[in-house]
């Protein structure tokens, strides 16, 4: 099984902020990672998808980089809506398996 | 518009069973693979199951492979996840979530909440 390790857990930052999330996996999948962004209560939704492809109604702040084993999720100046949890989910191999998660709250 | 409806959870004994069914509107329903997924009370998001579109391809989670069957009638546009067994640790609510051409869910539903405790 593809293990996915998230960094930070928790990332305190202000509106406006730059917000820089890490995905490493524990082998390489190549390019077959995708983000997604859940709030409280909701339903995740799809950010990104193959690494650095943004989901249909995306906002170009958010971009995705990164391939191999590790991955980057880039929130270039935060808005209000942005404060959430982070998944990461690999489709490289089954079981398909996500990240623990990154909470990025307000600072 | 695209929606995906779960229903069916409840509270359950450990060791019962219980059928999740999730009804599929707005889109092609049999041209589309189809996963469910779920998230326990506060914690992370777990894969649980796929099917493709014509039930001829099916993977399951280690945690639940031999007690849930998934499947799916596309006559009637539902998908299903028929849960045996059920232990404390299946607690959680349960999202029916459609993939994209490139195997990424692009539609969830609101998912619903199964409760496993006696």
């Known amino acids: 099984e593809i293990v996915l390790t998230q960094s930070p857990a928790t990332l305190s930052l202000s509106p406006g902020e730059r917000a820089t999330l890490s995905c490493r996996a524990s082998?390489?999948?190549?390019?077959?990672l995708a983000w997604y962004q859940q709030q409280p209560g909701q339903a995740p939704r799809l950010l990104i998808y193959?690494?650095?492809n943004r989901a249909t109604g995306i906002p170009a702040r958010f971009t995705g980089s990164g391939s191999g084993t590790d991955f980057t999720l880039t929130i270039s100046s935060l808005e209000p809506e942005d404060f959430a949890v982070y998944y990461c989910?690999?489709?490289?191999?089954?079981?398909?398996?996500f990240g623990p998660g990154t909470k990025v709250d307000i600072k | 518009e695209v929606q995906l409806v779960e229903s069916g959870g409840g509270l359950v004994q450990p060791g019962g069973s219980l059928r999740l069914s999730c009804a599929a509107s707005?889109?092609?329903?049999?041209?589309?693979?189809m996963n469910w997924v779920r998230q326990a009370p506060g914690k992370g998001l777990e894969w649980v199951s796929h099917?493709?579109?014509?039930?001829?391809?099916?993977h399951y989670a280690d945690s639940v492979k031999g007690r849930f069957t998934i499947s799916r009638d596309n006559a009637k546009n539902l998908l299903y996840l028929q849960m045996n067994s059920l232990r404390d640790e299946d607690t959680a609510v349960y999202y029916c979530?459609?993939?994209?051409?490139?195997?990424?869910?692009?539609?969830w539903g609101q998912g619903t909440l199964v409760t496993v405790s006696s």
């Open positions: 989910q690999q489709r490289k191999s089954w079981p398909r398996t």
């Open positions: 193959d690494a650095s």
């Open positions: 707005g889109f092609t329903f049999s041209s589309y693979h």
């Open positions: 082998q390489t999948i190549t390019s077959f």
């Open positions: 979530a459609r993939l994209t051409r490139l195997w990424w869910e692009d539609y």
């Open positions: 099917i493709d579109m014509s039930s001829g391809d099916i």
